[in-house]
Every structure is written in structure tokens, then in C-alpha cells.
């Protein structure tokens, strides 16, 4: 009932009202996207959704037109470089994200879930089929994105998922408690910027083998 109803009906109410209240920040973001590097203000990506379904993801474009539009920006040799001046603080802010308000209105995302994986991320589609995590709505934060976010290795991330996962599948308060609890850790997280690394996937792992050394 909470997940295939209530959950829904939040999602569309608050990604209505976030259009309507959030437009002079849209507009302020995509005039300075557009100064700073001319070219398309937003920008899509193949992702998985729910049962594995592709959908495209909408973002504020942070990148140059000349970045390779469906690698992960872990994977990319020097991220840094690709990034534009307006892109380094939307990305900082967690604003690129706000397109996404979009996609949860249409119901191909929720505010709270596992966030949606490259269409080509096979390494962390197959830690989540481990855990059911890839047969709910992705979200635009969840569990692993307040404990840890792209510094988190796959496996623990894709953990997080599972417990969020979970949580989701006890139904009634419980399940919207924990979905509150994502959803203001997220606020303090974007206030902090806590989590935020360029190529950052694994960074906390990578940063502990640095010191064994």
C-alpha cells in the first residue's frame, strides 16, 4: 500500500509544487550554464529504473559539450577537466540534480530510492540484483546517498540499497519514516556538501589503502 500508493502520491505533490516553487532558480541556473559554455542547458543519460527498465535521467549539463556522454565521471582519465566553472559548484550544491523533479513527476523516478545506475554500470547492477535493490523506483537520494555518497565503494553502496530495500518492503509508517529520515539526512548532507568527490566512487576505500602503504 505505502510503496505503490502513498509513496506515489507524495512523489507527484511534491515534485508539482518543487516545478512551480523552484522555476526563477531554474532559470537563474540555465542562464549561467549557457553563459559559461554555450550548448544545451540540460543534459541525459541513459539510466535503470525500476526492474531494470532504461529511462532517461535529465540533469543541468555541469560538463563540456566535449566530455564522452555515457562514461561515468569515475572513469574518465582527469574528471576535473571536463568540468565547467558553473558545473564545479552546481555539482558541489547538488543542484544539476534538480531536473530530476521532472522525472519523479512522470514516474520514472521517486524522491527516496537507490540512485539510478548507468545503463553500462554492470559492476553495481549485479551487486544490486543481490539485494532486490534493482526492483524499486530509483530515487533522487536514498540511504546510501546520506552515508557516504560517491565515496562509498560499490559493494557498500550497493548494501545501503538493500537495507533501503528493506526498510521499503515493512510497508505503513515504518517504511515513510525511513523515507523522512533519507530525505532530511539529504538536506544536511547538500548542506555540507558531505560525500561530494570528483571521480569519487570508492574514494573512501582508495584513501584507507593510502594509508596502509
Given amino acids: ?41 540540460f543534459f541525459t543519460q541513459k539510466r535503470v ?5 532504461l529511462f532517461k535521467l535529465h540533469k543541468f549539463r555541469s560538463m563540456k559539450m566535449s566530455t564522452p556522454h555515457d562514461t561515468p565521471t569515475h572513469l574518465l582519465e582527469n574528471p576535473e577537466s571536463y568540468i565547467t566553472r558553473v558545473g564545479k559548484f552546481l555539482r558541489k550544491s547538488s543542484l544539476d540534480e534538480l531536473p530530476q523533479i521532472w522525472d519523479i513527476l512522470v514516474g520514472e523516478m521517486s524522491i527516496i530510492g537507490p540512485r539510478p545506475a548507468l545503463w553500462n554500470q554492470d559492476d553495481l547492477i549485479r551487486e544490486r540484483d ?19 555518497r560517491d565515496e562509498l565503494p560499490i559493494p557498500v553502496k550497493a548494501g545501503l540499497d538493500g537495507e533501503y530495500v528493506k526498510k521499503l518492503s515493512e510497508g505503513g509508517f515504518k517504511a ?3 523515507d523522512a529520515r533519507c530525505f532530511f539526512g539529504t538536506v544536511t ?8 568527490v570528483e571521480g569519487g566512487t570508492g574514494e573512501i576505500e582508495k584513501h584507507e589503502e593510502l594509508l596502509r602503504k
Avoid: C
Fill in 130 to 148: 543481490k539485494y532486490g535493490a534493482n526492483g524499486v523506483k530509483p530515487g533522487l537520494t536514498g540511504w546510501a546517498q546520506i552515508n557516504g
Fill in 189 to 196: 548532507s547538500v548542506l555540507k556538501s558531505d560525500g561530494v
Fill in 49 to 53: 529504473g525500476r526492474d531494470k527498465h
Fill in 1 to 41: 500500500m505505502y510503496e505503490k500508493y502513498i509513496k506515489r502520491i507524495i512523489d507527484f505533490i511534491m515534485s508539482f509544487l518543487g516545478l512551480i516553487l523552484l522555476s526563477w532558480l531554474y532559470l537563474l541556473v540555465a542562464t549561467a550554464i549557457v553563459i559559461d559554455d554555450p550548448g544545451p542547458v
Fill in 176 to 178: 515513510f519514516a525511513f
